[in-house]
């Protein structure tokens, strides 16, 4: 999930910091994520793939 989540953020212009502030969480945790330390929870991947109009499969390279 990381390393497309970052890919997601980037090309939507976003900081880790504007994804953080619009999720409620700190910037450590998308960092976490992007780096596959940990992942978000269900609630919050939903959130994500609403803001970048993707599947919640974010393991996939394309963009659904």
């Not at 997601?8 to 992007?34: D, H, I, P, Y």
């Not at 940990?38 to 991947?45: E, G, I």
């Not at 939903?46 to 919640?56: G, L, Q």
Request: net charge positive; charged share 30%.
């Amino acid at each position: 999930i990381g390393e497309r989540l970052a890919e997601l953020r980037k090309l939507n212009g976003e900081k880790q910091q504007v994804l953080a502030k619009a999720l409620s969480v700190s910037v450590s945790t998308v960092r976490s994520w992007e780096h596959d330390k940990s992942s978000p929870d269900h609630s919050t991947l939903v959130a994500i793939c609403r803001r970048y109009h993707t599947s919640s499969d974010l393991d996939r390279k394309s963009v659904v």
